[in-house]
C-alpha cells in the first residue's frame, strides 16, 4: 500500500473530557477497523467466513474431537497499515472448535501463512466442510473485509482503564458519557478490545489484541445474545511470528 494513500481517522478528545487530554493521548494505539462487504470472497483476501486459503484440503485443520475447525476469518496482512511487529505480508487465518457455542469448549488455531499463490487453479475454491458447521456459525453471510486506519484511546471495559484514571472522579455528565466515548465496539484488527462481560485474567500476558469480531448487520455477525469476539496474542510470540499460542474469547449479555 503506498503511504500517501493512507488516511488515518485521528481521535480528538471530546470537549466533555478535554481536561483529561493528556492523560488521555497516553493511551493511544492503532487499529485497522473493519467493515464488512456481502460478496463472495478469492481464496487469498481478507474475509468473514467462505473458503480459506488452501492449497491442499489436507491443510485444512482438525480440532481435538478431530473435525473440521470452524473457519472465522482470513486475513491478508498487506491490508493493513501501521501495525507494530506485525508481519507485513502473508496471510492469517482463524479458526475454532467445532461446536454450538462458537469454539468455547476447545482451542481456537491461527495459522500464519507468510507466503501464498493465486493461481485458482492450484487451489481450493470451496469451503469443504462449511456444510458441516454452517448452524454453528456467528454470522449470516460470507463477507469481504475492508480497512481504515483509526487512533483510539483505552475501551473503559479495559481494567487499565481504571488505573490510568486511577484517583480522578468523573463528574455526573462525564460518567453517563463514559460508554460513548471510550466504549470500543466494533470489528478491528489491533488497538483495545471491547469486552461485554468483563476482561479476562489473561490479558496481562496476552497483551495484545489481533481481532474483534463485533455484532453488525451487513454479514450478520453476532455471538449468542448482542456478543463479540477477541483473539489475543503475547508481545513476545507475535515479534517472533509465532501465532501458535493464542487465546481466544467470546461473551454476550
Not at 488452501?54 to 501501521?82: C, H, R, S, T, W
Not at 490510568?164 to 466494533?186: A, P, R
Amino acid at each position: 500500500m503506498i503511504l500517501e494513500e493512507i488516511r488515518m481517522l485521528k481521535y480528538e478528545v471530546s470537549e466533555l473530557f478535554r481536561e483529561y487530554e493528556k492523560i488521555i493521548k497516553t493511551s493511544i494505539r492503532k487499529s485497522n477497523e473493519i467493515t464488512f462487504t456481502k460478496e463472495d470472497t478469492k481464496p487469498w483476501e481478507s474475509k468473514l467466513g467462505g473458503c480459506p486459503y488452501l492449497e491442499n484440503i489436507e491443510d485444512y485443520p482438525l480440532g481435538k474431537n478431530n473435525k473440521p475447525m470452524i473457519f472465522l476469518a482470513q486475513i491478508n496482512l498487506a491490508d493493513l497499515v501501521e501495525l507494530k511487529n506485525m508481519p507485513e505480508n502473508g496471510l492469517l487465518q482463524f479458526y475454532i472448535h467445532n461446536d454450538e457455542c462458537y469454539g468455547y469448549e476447545g482451542p481456537c488455531k491461527v495459522k500464519y501463512i507468510e507466503k501464498y499463490i493465486t493461481d485458482v487453479n492450484q487451489l481450493v475454491c470451496k469451503n469443504p466442510y462449511e456444510e458441516d458447521y454452517k448452524e454453528f456459525l456467528p454470522f449470516d453471510k460470507e463477507g469481504k473485509m475492508n480497512f481504515q486506519l483509526r487512533e483510539m484511546p483505552i475501551s473503559c471495559s479495559c481494567e487499565k482503564f481504571n488505573e490510568l484514571f486511577k484517583g480522578i472522579s468523573f463528574n455526573e455528565e462525564q460518567k453517563e458519557k463514559i460508554w460513548h466515548e471510550f466504549d470500543g465496539s466494533g470489528s478491528r484488527f489491533g488497538g483495545y478490545p471491547y469486552f461485554i462481560q468483563s476482561e479476562p485474567a489473561y490479558c496481562d500476558e496476552y497483551n495484545i489484541l489481533l481481532l474483534q469480531l463485533d455484532v453488525e448487520d451487513e454479514c450478520g455477525i453476532m455471538f449468542g445474545d448482542t456478543g463479540n469476539c477477541n483473539f489475543f496474542i503475547k508481545e513476545e510470540d507475535l515479534k517472533n511470528r509465532d501465532f501458535s499460542n493464542v487465546a481466544y474469547d467470546w461473551q454476550c449479555c
